[in-house]
């Protein structure tokens, strides 16, 4: 009987076995990358074909709109995706989107592909850290070698398609979608990720383990989200995002230099500096601009020792406006890196406002008189702890005093708000408080 029940389950799991195999679809995981190429892009990349390697996907898809980056970052990104077992198809999306300059390159490195209807591609000639030309021997140097390394990846378009890969080097050209298929620089044009996938089914594409045909139909599509921390580096490279933790950093630093004491504003300050100083590492900045905000923080520290009345203050606001736009703005610094000039000036005289406003209560604190002994007693307002009548006791803060009436007072009941007058010795002289 025993082996009878365990021949007719081993039927039934045969049966059955193959029904559930055809329902599960082949499985294609989809990155989105958005924005110029940050380090937290390439491990976002990373992350996403170790996943699919993991577990055995498909494809992977990796949805790109960039305006470009560094090509060191490039080419890590480049080696990343041809040294992927699982086929990589790049997607220029959405509709507007673009892969200017490295992503381009970015591009072509796919196992395959496709573009969005309304995109472009191109322009990718290289520039220096800065956005500057580089000089005549370094550019040389620098399109002959990405020149060689678009051609090997895609020379298996056909002779028209390297010459335009070579072109987007050499001449800075770009072309749309229609224009990219048309040559071949491309795969296909596919309107969203459904589409796509129809136009997959049965490709085929070649990785380092080998040729593959792609299985995409009725594929099951997972996206795979940025992490918290891969979300929070990539705003730190936001150069407007960097201006600002600058500006709130050394802002707080100053207020605890003015009114040592407390730890928020120097807690603060500390935390927005280092992140800050994460985006400066990444960003194609001018460090020359760094002279004038450390001259800008300088001043404002001399007005905190030596207060004169704003002047330095506002020599001070100039010095960070200047400072900001050369470290962030400089006519060779692309555009998308650049921060808004109002948006600097702005916040330069804002912060130079508050300031001097804290180094005005910090100079009347200097100029107030200072009161101890009995003048501090004056004008404190306790409780009448027995009846004056017209001695007795009352309460001040935490101590209780002997107490007397003034001349023009009558008597004081216990419980009933007094006033300080004056102070003889030991004995406060009191009258009813008219709070």
């Known amino acids: 009987m025993l082996k009878r029940f365990w021949l007719w389950m081993w039927v039934i799991l045969a049966f059955f ?3 559930q195999a055809q329902g599960e679809g082949p499985l294609v995981l989809v990155l989105t990358a958005d924005g110029p190429l940050t380090p937290a892009m390439k491990e976002y990349l990373m992350r996403g074909i170790e996943m699919a390697e993991r577990r055995q996907a498909e494809a992977l898809i990796f949805q790109l709109d960039t305006p470009g980056g560094s090509v060191d970052l490039m080419t890590e990104m480049v080696q990343v995706i041809r040294a992927s077992t699982v086929p990589v198809i790049v997607y220029v999306f959405p509709r507007g989107a673009m892969a200017g300059s490295a992503g381009t390159v970015i591009t072509l490195a ?3 592909a496709a573009m969005a209807p309304e995109t472009a591609i191109g322009a990718a000639s290289p520039v220096g850290s800065q956005g500057e030309d580089l000089g005549e021997t370094m550019e040389a140097k620098e399109k002959n070698i990405l020149k060689a390394t678009v051609r090997s990846l895609s020379e298996r378009r056909g002779a028209r398609a390297v010459e335009l890969a070579e072109k987007t080097i050499e001449q800075a050209e770009a072309v749309s979608a229609t224009e990219a298929l048309e040559i071949g620089l491309i795969d296909f044009i596919a309107d969203d990720i459904d589409h796509l996938l129809v136009q997959l089914d049965g490709f085929e594409v070649t990785t380092i383990a080998g040729e593959q045909t792609l299985q995409t139909q009725a594929a099951e599509v997972q996206y795979v989200d940025l992490l918290f921390i891969e979300r929070l580096l990539g705003v730190l490279t936001n150069p407007t995002v960097v201006f600002l933790l600058l500006t709130i950093g050394v802002q707080s630093l100053l207020i605890e230099l003015s009114s040592p004491g407390g730890w928020v504003a120097g807690f603060i300050g500390v935390v927005c500096l280092a992140l800050a100083a994460y985006g400066l590492g990444v960003l194609p900045v001018n460090w020359f601009g760094i002279i004038f905000l450390i001259t800008a923080f300088v001043l404002f520290i001399l007005d905190i020792k030596a207060p004169t009345h704003g002047a330095l203050t506002a020599a001070g606001v100039i010095s960070l406006i200047v400072g900001s ?7 060779e610094t692309p555009s998308f890196q650049r921060v808004p ?3 600097i000036i702005g916040t330069s005289i804002a912060s130079g406002a508050l300031f001097f406003a804290v180094v005005m209560f910090a100079v009347r604190a200097q100029h107030t ?3 101890m002994g009995a ?4 004008g404190r307002v306790g409780v009448a702890r027995s009846d004056l009548r017209p001695n007795g006791l009352v309460q001040l803060g935490g101590e209780q005093w002997s107490a007397e009436l003034a001349p023009d007072q009558e008597v004081i009941e216990k419980g009933t708000r007094v006033e300080v007058v004056t ?3 030991l004995k406060l002289i009191v009258r009813k408080s008219s709070e």
């Open 423 to 425: 102070v003889q010795g």
């Open 110 to 112: 796919g196992h395959a």
């Open 17 to 19: 076995s193959p029904v």
């Open 341 to 343: 000039v109002p948006l």
């Open 325 to 331: 736009l050369v470290l962030f703005n400089t006519p």
């Open 375 to 378: 003048e501090s007693m004056v």
């Open 369 to 371: 008189p200072v009161r």
